[in-house]
């Protein structure tokens, strides 16, 4: 007998009267006192014509065809203890077709009816089919389950155990509630009542088989009591446990509930070991409900279902669960599994709800899911649609590690939670997606429901995936009820964040949330509209150390985003030690912070707001102060070049100088960059990567050749504050002091610079030693040095002495030279020369020598030795002149020469003057004196000139007999470069030489070459050529001797000037 256990439960007997009861227990009777048996299945017909009133005497008498496997349990059935049933090798992948049609309890017709303890060992799910049609589409189908255990309730504690074998196409026909309930289960239905019962399948393969009226498309299990004697009552105690290993569940169909397997009534253990539970479908049409596409959990008083390891995917479920409908009382564990690809749908005309894609849980007891990955479900369809992975309805949930991952939803894309209490312990929830609101978490409980996050993760979670602007919370909506965040909860990171509308990481709309331990961080999430990392319109929020980064508001940048990092509408905030850095408000910069626009501040105070200015950044009426902030301090304000000094960076002191060290745990361990070191050529070394655990970061700063005033950045989530530092230079001259020659009595000044910071002061020095030391000069400390030069200066060298606190520099020595005075004084030895002469007079010079002379107009002087051209000169006079020593300390000196017209004649005076003996007596012994004057001669020795002859006692001077020399007087002619001159005899050079003996003077001898290399020939009537030699300019000379009438001769010179 069995009994169907509702909700409210009551006693449904199948086939039951109380006749049976003694027939049932004579059966009993005779059963039991034989014994087990070990029987081999050895043909695929089923057929009933052996002896099956036991195992040995079907064996002993098979029937025509062999032993059938309907007959083998048959006897197993009539034979005490623990039976075998085994398949011949020969029938392997040969399908056992059930064909009796029928339904009983005794395997007789219908489905194979499992009553006695039994094991039945097929040669691999491969080799062993058992089917309940011909096909999958059904042929011949019996219109019942294919194996069937305890059908009729009244086989208490069994132990069966089914293995290697394929149970498939079985089709349940029987109409719901008939009141032999044969209508549970299309593959396998169980029934346990009593206590001990222990069922397994291992290795098996239960595919392919539907219920078209009830529950059970795959396996169907129920348990309740007999009626019989000895059987407990109804919720005391388990009535045994019914295990799966290693077992595949798929292709399956139901109307109602369980698809693939229904788990149903009282009180029983049901274990899932490895199992694969797939691609199993629950129609529910007809108004009729479709819970739990892969498995439906339902049982009435409590019992255990376990599931390790394996997979339910790609199931398919209406209205509740997709894979998964856990319901009423019972604790579920499930560990390891894979739950993935699983759909629920609505069911128009009975419901519009699809909820729990994966999982929907609603049991009185607790539901505990351990490392199990539940990806790619869906719930999208209906209005009532949520819970993409989970639905969380009103039961205790815990799910401790695992993923829930890229599932979809209208709601709560990851989790949906009604009223359930639920704990998620590390937890990753990422990738989900919801059309509305909460794409990874959804929270819309009443003030029943709790959930508590601790340590979960999530990432790339979308709310509004349908991009139609209706979508808020991203990682996490939160409606109502009391959330718990325990250790570390992180909504969003980098490149992972979640999206929405508004609130791209949290949205909280109503119920209060504290955070006050352990780490919440809400980083690199998106709101195309308000509040990139958290949105706030309702609730109390309390968040201490928490952290919010790189939250984005309007991220497309539609227009209206604000509060990159919190918007604020309505509730009310305590932020508290909080790191609220690096948030972005497209549409309201002045808001990347936060955005406040109504509500109550309770107390923002000491947060971190990435930057060290919150009110760029912070928008609306908030008091933010004090806040946390970034000192940038140097050691030192001022260093030399080519020195160091160190760098603190510190969020020890927040903005009212209060020491915050013990509470600034979410800034200890933060990056911080020193760079941006100036001016050129300074570093930073030795910088520490991280903030601290005393709040700080140091770094040493490097100052380079270059000074100015510079400094270095410590840069914390992109704010840079700056430490200034004027970089102080060592002096170095920029100008020397040249080294000078200098007159004695003038002004002398040395001038020199220096760069250097600070400005360097100077000190001149001097050395009067070739610089071998220098000592300091009194009152000399500009960058210039005047003073009037000595002659005792002379030689003496300066430098200046630049400093400052980094150091010195000296200049190069200048030498100081001091020139001698200076004497001009010169002089000719006449102060009037000859117009027509061969003397050029040169001036005796008796100071100072290397002058310059100058003259007036008319006179021609060589101007480097005064020498006077006085052929080339005018005559006339005096001429000036000037001779200037043409040194450093030029002096000049006059001198007045004339040149005249020296056209010379000549007197003889031939009175004989007596000079010895008797006056007026030529005695013997005496001496003539003949005096003759030349006036006009070219030189003063023509003055006066004596002839002085010793008187001769034999020689009588006649008057008139004296014959004088004749006088050849020299010339100057001029002609041009490279010309022949030729002068006619009336212009010759007789014509001012003269003689007493006038006429009578000719030309008898001349020089063919003049002293420069020209060529000369003269005539004896004194006209003459000259051909100066090729290129020559300049004076030049040549010779000639005149002869008298007496053969008296005399010479002269020629100056020809060659221009």
Known sequence: MKIKVNVQPSLIFRRLSSALFIMFALHAFFINTLQAANITVNTALDEVNGNTSSIANLIATPGGAGISLREAIIASNNTAGADVIFFNAALNGVPIILTRVGNDADATNGDLDINDNLTITGNGSSNTFIQGAADAAFTGSIGDKVIGINQDGTHMGLTVSITGVTIRYGKNTIPFNDPTFAYTGAGVDIFLTGVGNNISFSDCVISNNKHTTAYGGGVNIDSGISGLPGDIPINTASRGTVTFTNCTISNNEALM?????????????????????????????????????????????????????????NNTGIAYGGGLCILLMQTTNISGTTISGNTVKNNPGFSDFAIGGGIYQSSSLTTTLTNVTISGNHADLGTGAGGGGIFADTGPINITGGSITGNTAREGGGVCIEDANINLTNLSIGTNTAAVNGGGLLIRSTATGTTTLDGITLNSNIADSDNNGSGDGGGIYRAAGTLNLNNTITVGSTGLGNTAVNGGGIANIGGNLSKT??????????????????????????????????????????????????????????????????????ANTSSNAMRFVSGTITNIQNNWWGTNSPATVINGTAAFTPYLQLLHTPASNAICQNTSTGLTASFVLNSASTNVLANIDRLIGLPIIFNNATPAGSNI?????????????????????????????????????????????????????????????????????????????????????????????????MSSLMFNVATADNGKQYHVVYTNICGNDISANAILTVYPVENPNFAYNNPAYCHVGIEDPLPIIYGTPGGIFSATAGLTINTSNGQIDVSASTIGGPYTITYNTNGPCPKTATYAVSIVNCIPTATLTDAITIDNGTPGVADPNDRIKLTATINNAQTADYNALQMVLNNDPKVTFVAGSFKSTPVAVNDVYATTLNTLLTVPVGTGVLLNDFDDNIPGLSVTAFSAMSTQGGTVSVNANGSFTYNPMTGFTGNDTFTYTITDSDLQTNSATVKIHVQ
């Open 257 to 313: 509930w369980g698809g693939g397997m229904n788990l149903f009534s009282d009180i029983h253990n049901v274990t899932l070991t490895n199992c694969t539970i797939q691609n199993n479908t629950t129609l529910g049409t007809g108004g009729l409900g479709g819970n739990g596409g892969g498995i439906n959990i339902r049982h009435t008083y409590g019992g255990t279902v376990t599931i390790t390891g394996g997979s339910v995917s």
């Open 517 to 586: 331990t352990g780490l919440l961080t809400v980083a690199a999430n998106n709101a195309k509209n308000n509040g990139g990392g958290y949105y706030i319109t309702g609730g109390a929020i309390n968040l201490q150390k928490t952290i919010i980064i790189n939250n984005t508001a309007n991220s497309d940048n539609s227009g209206g985003g604000e509060g990159g990092g919190i918007y604020n509408a309505g509730g009310s905030l305590t932020l508290n030690f909080n790191r609220i850095a690096l948030n972005t408000a497209n």
């Open 685 to 781: 070394s030795g910088a520490q990567a991280t903030i601290q655990a005393n709040g700080q970061a140091t770094a040493t700063f490097n100052a380079g050749a270059t000074g100015g005033i510079g400094g270095a950045d410590a840069v914390v989530d992109g704010f840079a504050s700056h430490a200034t530092i004027t970089v102080q230079t060592i002096p170095i001259v920029t100008l020397d002091p040249l080294s000078q020659s200098i007159c004695p009595g003038a002004p002398v000044t040395f001038i020199s610079a220096a760069t250097g910071n600070p400005t360097p002061s100077a000190q001149w020095q001097v050395s009067v030693n070739n610089g071998m030391s220098f000592n300091d000069i009194m009152s000399a400390t």
